[in-house]
């Protein structure tokens, strides 16, 4: 049985240009995007919001969080 990855895992591998971990995370985001799509209320909505959830993870910057743990 495959180990559950943590979602920063997700991000990682699909800002490491890993195709292979798109769909796993599209999946585990499908509620959410579903629920969001029928409140958008318009054709595409559900594309638009995986392509959203999709750029937003190839913007997401983990220096950051590296530096704020390194001060703790």
């Known amino acids: 049985m ?18 292979e971990a798109v769909e796993p995370l599209i999946e585990r985001f499908k509620p959410k995007i579903n629920h969001l799509s ?16 999709l750029t937003a993870i190839k913007r997401y910057d983990f220096s950051d969080k590296r530096e704020e743990k390194d001060k703790e």
Do not use: F, M, N, P
Not at 43 to 50: H, Q
């Open 38 to 53: 029928h409140l958008l209320g318009y054709d595409g909505a559900e594309t638009d919001l995986i392509l959203w959830l």
């Open 2 to 19: 495959k180990e559950k990855q943590k979602l920063s895992e997700w991000v990682r591998r699909i800002q490491q240009g890993d195709r």
